[in-house]
């Protein structure tokens, strides 16, 4: 439980697990553990209760480069919300491995790196940098599910 004090000790909330919006269907698992691996499906923003939280569109015609660093950092809770739930303790996290961040981005928009570092951010307040440091990736595209402005995979490492 030391690893969700320090989450309520930062402010933060993991929200309920992902609904889908009417007319959508999740056909795919959020977290899917393997031996001592966990991979992660791309996350976005939810709020507390579950339900996506935006913003919506691309980053930087129609969602700051600010608010889009900051929906990173909310999508790291929502993959630490999922995660929990797949393996009932955080503190089961012996490495994060990689991170694979998604900006829906305008064409040219270049500071992807900026807008993911919310989440990595978050990664690294809350589990240090021996366990918390990871490779990443942040790339532009044209267009995300539901019109996201970022989505987040991972993959970890757990013990036992």
């Known amino acids: ?3 969700e ?4 000790e ?3 909330v993991l929200p309920a697990q992902a609904e889908a919006p009417p007319g959508f269907q999740f056909s795919f698992e959020w977290v899917r553990v393997r031996g001592n691996r966990v991979y992660v499906s791309g996350h976005s923003p939810q709020h507390p209760d579950g339900t996506l939280a935006g913003p919506f569109g691309p980053v930087p015609s129609e969602v700051s480069l600010d608010a889009a660093t ?6 790291a809770l929502a993959v630490l919300a999922s995660v929990r739930r797949a393996i009932g303790d955080l503190d089961r996290i012996s490495a994060w491995l990689t991170v694979s961040g998604m900006v829906n981005a305008d064409h040219l928009f270049t500071q992807t790196t900026t807008a993911v570092n919310g989440f990595s951010d978050l990664i690294l307040q809350v589990f240090g940098p021996e366990i918390g440091g990871h490779a990443r990736t942040a ?3 044209a267009a995300l599910p539901m019109n996201n402005a970022v989505v987040v995979s991972a993959e970890l490492e757990i013990d036992g």
């Open 5 to 8: 004090r320090r989450i309520a």
């Open 139 to 141: 790339i532009g595209v």
């Open 70 to 75: 900051d929906a990173a950092r909310d999508t």
């Open 10 to 12: 930062l402010g933060f």
């Open 1 to 3: 439980m030391h690893i």
